[in-house]
């Protein structure tokens, strides 16, 4: 850790003057510098922080001054143990913060406030007074080629009787191809599908130094960096393919496949700032996430939805619909039930998506690092497919009706009355599974199993 040379004391990196500046003495430095005068020479390859780790959901966090970190920025967790002082291997680049926290803060409300189904305890100061600064350990990849890379094509040449004459080319091309700008996050605890939303520019990257670093927390990187190549390897191969295609030379020779086999790799270790923000659902199941991007100030987060303020907001628009209907259009029985059909199959819909995201989560398949990690996990997960069966009940009913043909008018009344009834049981089942995938489960109770989703 590195203290004041002038008072010992603490020494905060401070976005906006871009310094490091003592929070005692005020004496500011260039984070450029070497501030103060290392002891070791393992100090110049490497960089000191105390961690801390979380008894709930396992992330290790570090800190580079005095401050202890009193909740886990990634489960909200008080349970923090204080661990020993830790030297890490420097990385090789560093984004430094350009946003302060209150722009993050007032960017976040900006956007719960907009949203009106949002639960209330999401506003509230508290809640959002825990965004905390980290940074975020990135595995960022170069790739190139230079070569030739062979291809086969195939056209159409002529028809002679029952038969259909193809040429078939061997092409050549000269190629000389480099990719830039493939980053991954190496944290396990922090997922690909938020990273991926919010993108660095790299651009403004620096050589790294770790006092850029002083009043944020770290995480301790825990995934490693090659898993994300041979993804980095797949998403170039795509590009260059989708080039190759195109070309002229491509469509004469009638080539239908390219793929090269790089042999220039660069792989490197950067650390790039987010604020993070945890927030725990109301029976402290779930945690939503809103992550902001410390260079681009970008946010990212899903919300969930309040059950009571979306069926406020369902019966005005259900109401001011069937006013608007009512004033030019008369439905028949029949045209009820097809209309109360329509609205099931919809829910269907709706319900097998939700279904088959919520089982695909389940299995970690939407996040490379979380595999990584749970790799061997053996968990058995119950498909959530509850709300699809009541969404196919309530299309049968009257669909039944309407094969059967009754004569009196009530039994096409009664069959759309069930059937919209059970498509309200129904929203409150997506509103509910809406708020699960927009969420993660407590990690401790994830492990647990079982009792919960019962
Ligand atoms: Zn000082
Ligand atoms: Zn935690």
Redesign the pocket.
Known sequence: MIK?P????E?KYNVNDKVVK??????TFNPDEQIAKTKTAEENTGYQGKVYNCTQCGANLMTFDETAITFCSYCGSQAMLESKMIQQTNPDFIIPFTIDKDKCVKKFKDKVNKSVFVPNYMKSDLVVEKFRGIYIPYCIYKLGFKGVDKEKGEKYSHRSGDYQYYDQFSVEFNVDAKYEGFSYDLASKFYDKYSEAIPFNEEEKKPFNANYMLGYYADAKDVDSNIYLNLAIEEANADYKKRLLATKEASQYGCSTASIKFDNIDQKVGMFPLYFLAIRSKNQKNINYAVVNGQTGELVTELPVSYTKYLIGSLIMSVIIFLLINSFLVLTPHEVCFAAIIVAMIGMAINYVQAHALTKREKNGDDLGLQFINKGSTEKYKHPYFGFVIAVISMLIPVLILAMNPVHDYYYYGASAIALGLMLLNFYNIVKKHNELVSTKLPQLEKRGGDESA
């Open positions: 004041c002038n008072c010992g004391g020494l003592c929070d005692h003495c005020g004496s």
